[in-house]
C-alpha cells in the first residue's frame, strides 16, 4: 500500500489527486513554484515542498528537484497527473531508479507511444485501424509533401512528440503545404523539443471518441466505456460527455476491444486513453493513445461510479484490478466542460489577472466541481489558464444538459474574462442538444456559438445602476462619522442637503461608452442611458438586500462585486462586467495607429520587414504565450512602420509591438 504521495503537478489535478489520496488514508506532498507558493493544492496538501522559480521548466519539469523532494519527504510513490512529467519517459524511469513508485504506465509503455509515428506501427500489428498517412522518420520536405499528395487533400500535420492541438494543422492545398509545414513545425519544437511530423487523411466531419482503458500488473485489462470529446476548438475538447450520443452495444463493444489490443500490445498498466475518430458510416480509426490520466476523465467516474484515481493507487501498489468487465456497468450521462480565463471575442486569447470573484455552483445532487484556485487567487501567464472543470450528471443526456447549463447559469467569474457564456451557447444549440455533433461542430456553426455582439440592454443597465447605487451607500456608510449616529451624514440612503438625489456614472461596456442616470424615488430607483434606444432607455428598480432585484416588476437574483476599474454584475444568469470612466472621456490617440501585445508572452517571428505595405488581416508577427502561438494580424490594409519588439524578446501585454499606419493616411 502507498503510504505517502507526491503530486507532481499543481491546480485542479493535484487537488483532486490530494481528495481521494485523504479518503484512502495516503498522506499527500504538493510542490510548488515561485508563483504558486499561495496556491489551493499547497493548502490542501498535508506538506507541500518548494522547486523553484515560476517558469515550469525550472520548477515542474524539473526531474531532479521533483525526485529530491520525493526523498526530502519520504515519498514512497509519485502521481504525475497530467499534462508536465506524466508522459516523460526518463522520468518514469528515474523513479524506478530511485525506488520510488510511479503511479502510471511502465517507461516502455510511455517511450512507445510517446511517437505518434512508433505507435501507429504497433497498432498496425496489433490490428487496430488505422487512418491512411504517414508515419516515417524521414523529414525531408520534399518527401513530405509528396506523401500530402498521394494522401490526397486535405491532410492533418500532427506533432509526433505531440498533443493537446499544439504543432498541429489542417492542409486543404498543396500551396499551403510548406507554410503550414514550417509553422507546425515550429510550434512543435517550441512545446516538446521535438519537430518530427506525420502525416494523415483529414477524415471529413468525424466524431471524437475515447475508450478509457485500465490494466492492472498481472495482465487483467477493462474498459471502462466511451466518451465523446468531438465538440473542439483548435483540437482542444470544448465538451465531453458519456457515454457518447448515439453509441449502439455493439459498436460500443468494438472499440472496448480494440483499444484493450492497444493497450496489451504495449504491457500497459495503469489508466490509459485510446482515442479514435468515428465516422458517420461506424467505421473507427486509431489516432493516439494517452498514457496517464485524462482531464474529462470525471465524466467516465460519473457513469461508472469508480474514483479512477484510487484505481490508480491501488493498481500502481500491485493490487489486481477491482472489478471485472462484466461487473462495469453504465450509469446515466454525464457531460464535462472546462472554463478558461480566455476572451472569446477575441480569438480566445488567455486572460491573466487575478479573480476578483470566484463563485462555483453548489456540488451535490449530479454538480462537481474540479478546481485548484480560489477567489484571490492570480491566473498568470506562466500555465495553462484553466479554472475549473464542471460536470454534471443526469439519468439521460437531456437532464444532464440541463444541469449543465444551470449549472454554468450560477457560475459567477470576475476580474478575468472566461468563457462561459461561449460554453452556454454551445450546449443550448440545437444541433448540439439533438446530439448531432463532429469535431467540425464550432466551426459549422460558428455565426451562432462564436460571434456574439455583446452590447448594452435595458436589463444590463438596471443591472449597472443597481451596481453603483450600492456602491454609493456603502461608501457613504463607510466615511460616516461613528461618533455621532443620528447625523443624516452617518445615513447611507439617498438623502442630500438641498439637493435632487440624483447621480450620472459613465460606464465603457466592452468598448460601448454610455451614461447612466440614477435618481432615487423613495425605495425605488429609476434609471436612465443615453446609449439606448429612447422607447429603451429607462426604467425602474428596486434592490431587495443583496442577493435580489426587482426589474420593473420582475424579481431576479443580484449580486455585484467591484473589480480593479469598474464592477461587475451577475443577475439572473448574465454577467455584466465594466469600466467606470471619468465623466469626460475625451479622445485619445494613443496606440491608435499601432498593434499592442494581447498578453505577456515571448516574440517568436517578424512575418514582414517595416516599411511593407500590407493588407488587412495579413499576419505581422508570431507569439507565444500559455504554451499556444498567436499570430497578431494587420488591423487595416496600410503600412508598418515600425517593429518595437524582436524575435525571441518577451514583452508585456499591452505593450506596442507596431508602428502602424493605415491608407486613409
Known sequence: MIRKLLIANRGEIACRIIKTARRLGVATVAVYSDADADALHVQMADEAVHLGPAPARDSYLDIDK?????????????????????????????CDSAGIIFVGPPTGAIEAMGSKSAAKRIMEEANVPLVPGYHGTNQNEDLLEGHANRIGYPVLLKAAAGGGGKGMRRVDRADEFHEALAAAKREAMNAFGDDIMLLERYVVSPRHVEIQVFCDQQGNGVYLFERDCSVQRRHQKVVEEAPAPGMTPELRARMGEAALRAAHAIGYVGAGTVEFLLDASGAFYFMEMNTRLQVEHPVTEMITDQDLVAWQL??????????????????????????????????????????????????????????????????????????????????????????????????????????????????????????????????????????????????????????????????????????????????????????AASRTQTVDYRGQHAQIRFVAEGDNLRWTCDALPEEQNSGEIRLLGRDLMLVDGRRMSFSAVDTRDGGAVFIDGTQVEFKLLPPDIGESNDHAHGLDAPMNGTIISLLVEPGSTVEKDQPLLVMEAMKMEHTLRAPAAGTVQQFFCAEGELVDGGSLLVDFAGEEQ
Not at 526530502?72 to 528515474?94: K, M, V, W
Not at 451535490?364 to 484571490?376: A, F, L
Open 314 to 499: 491501488s493498481v500502481a501498489a500491485g493490487d489486481t484490478l477491482p472489478m471485472s468487465q462484466d461487473e462495469l456497468q453504465i450509469n446515466g450521462h454525464a457531460m464535462e466542460v472546462r472554463i478558461y480565463a480566455e476572451d472569446p471575442d477575441n480569438d480566445f486569447l488567455p486572460a491573466t489577472g487575478v479573480l476578483v470573484r470566484h463563485q462555483p455552483p453548489a456540488e451535490g445532487e449530479g454538480v462537481r466541481v474540479d478546481t485548484g484556485v480560489q477567489t484571490g487567487d492570480e491566473i498568470s501567464v506562466h500555465y495553462d489558464p484553466m479554472i475549473a472543470k464542471l460536470i454534471c450528471h443526469g439519468r439521460t443526456r437531456k437532464e444532464a444538459l440541463a444541469k449543465l447549463d444551470r449549472a454554468l447559469r450560477d457560475y459567477q467569474i470576475a476580474g478575468v474574462r472566461h468563457n462561459i457564456e461561449f460554453l452556454r451557447r454551445v450546449i443550448n444549440h440545437q444541433a448540439f442538444a439533438s446530439g448531432c455533433i463532429s469535431t467540425h461542430f464550432i466551426e459549422d456553426y460558428e455565426a451562432e456559438v462564436l460571434h456574439q455582439e455583446q452590447t448594452l440592454t435595458p436589463l444590463k443597465c438596471a443591472a449597472i445602476a443597481g451596481y453603483l447605487q450600492q456602491r454609493e451607500e456603502r461608501d457613504l456608510r463607510n466615511c460616516a462619522p461613528q461618533r455621532d449616529p443620528f447625523s443624516p451624514w452617518h445615513n447611507g440612503d439617498n438623502w442630500r442637503n438641498a439637493l
Open 66 to 94: 521533483v525526485l529530491g523532494a520525493a526523498k526530502q519527504t519520504g515519498s514512497d510513490a509519485i502521481h504525475p497527473g497530467y499534462g508536465f512529467l506524466s508522459e516523460n519517459a526518463e522520468f518514469c524511469r528515474a
